[in-house]
């Protein structure tokens, strides 16, 4: 059964860094998701992207964080200068069409020191 | 504004038993809702959805009830195995694509 896979599994970085979280989506899925899971909270939504493009982002997804298409199956998330609050894990996810189910990948684990 | 809320944190059930997992939320527009399984260490695992022109679908062992006039949803287990504990999260979309998920309820399931 196809699945949504990500890279690394987990990722230890120092404050400040550049990191870029990797995903690779279900292969016939038209649209891309960010989420992320802060330690014993809810998922939460940071942004969504078709056709190369963003069609929804929520306050999180500020100017820090951006999202690219580099080639035909990746889909990246780099977040620029990390902060510690950045600390969650990031799920991926992938839907056929809008207001299809979302799959969800098993997420990178990022730790800001 | 938008929730979308767990009533249990936690539920505790014997091997076989029926499990009920419920979850409120607030926005009467949305229009679409999912039950997630997630276990430790791993990605939210779609379980069953339901639009919001059904009050009731059922898949394999799971049923899901939507009351829209009380807006609540509810995950029905039946016959409950040791392989169903995990965090269940309800998440309702009521946007073009976002979905807004609860706080997650943790079964767990004794044999």
Request: charged fraction near 20%; glycine fraction near 8%; charge should be negative.
């Given at each position: 059964?196809?699945?949504?896979?990500?890279?690394?599994?987990h990722?230890?970085?120092?404050m400040?860094?550049?990191?870029?979280?990797?995903?690779?989506p279900?292969?016939?899925h038209?649209?891309?998701?960010?989420y992320?899971?802060?330690?014993?909270?809810?998922?939460?939504?940071?942004?969504?992207f078709?056709?190369n493009?963003?069609?929804?982002?929520?306050e999180?997804?500020?100017d820090?964080?951006?999202v690219e298409?580099?080639?035909?199956?990746?889909?990246?998330?780099?977040?620029?200068?990390?902060?510690?609050?950045?600390?969650?894990?990031y799920?991926?996810?992938?839907s056929?069409?809008?207001?299809?189910?979302q799959?969800f990948?098993?997420?990178t684990?990022?730790?800001?020191? | 504004g938008?929730?979308?809320?767990?009533?249990l944190?936690?539920?505790?059930?014997?091997?076989?038993?029926n499990s009920?997992?419920?979850?409120?939320?607030s926005?009467?527009?949305?229009?679409?809702f999912?039950?997630?399984?997630?276990e430790?260490?791993?990605?939210?695992?779609?379980?069953?959805?339901?639009?919001?022109?059904?009050?009731?679908?059922q898949?394999?062992?799971?049923t899901?009830?939507?009351n829209?006039?009380v807006?609540?949803?509810?995950?029905?287990i039946?016959?409950?195995?040791?392989?169903?504990s995990a965090?269940?999260?309800?998440?309702?979309?009521?946007?073009f694509?976002?979905l807004v998920?609860?706080?997650?309820?943790?079964l767990?399931v004794?044999?």
């Amino acid at each position: 059964e196809p699945e949504v896979t990500q890279t690394p599994s987990h990722q230890v970085t120092q404050m400040g860094q550049e990191v870029i979280l990797r995903c690779v989506p279900i292969s016939n899925h038209l649209y891309f998701y960010w989420y992320r899971q802060i330690l014993g909270q809810k998922v939460e939504f940071l942004v969504s992207f078709y056709n190369n493009e963003i069609s929804e982002k929520s306050e999180i997804f500020d100017d820090q964080f951006s999202v690219e298409r580099p080639d035909g199956s990746n889909f990246t998330l780099k977040i620029r200068s990390t902060k510690l609050e950045d600390s969650a894990m990031y799920f991926c996810a992938s839907s056929p069409g809008v207001g299809e189910t979302q799959y969800f990948g098993p997420g990178t684990r990022l730790l800001v020191l | 504004g938008e929730s979308v809320g767990l009533h249990l944190p936690t539920l505790s059930v014997q091997e076989g038993d029926n499990s009920i997992i419920n979850c409120a939320y607030s926005n009467s527009a949305s229009d679409y809702f999912i039950w997630y399984k997630q276990e430790s260490g791993k990605g939210p695992q779609f379980i069953i959805d339901i639009r919001s022109n059904m009050d009731k679908r059922q898949g394999q062992r799971v049923t899901v009830l939507l009351n829209k006039t009380v807006k609540h949803l509810s995950l029905q287990i039946a016959a409950t195995q040791p392989g169903d504990s995990a965090v269940y999260f309800c998440a309702e979309k009521n946007s073009f694509q976002k979905l807004v998920f609860g706080t997650g309820t943790r079964l767990l399931v004794s044999p």
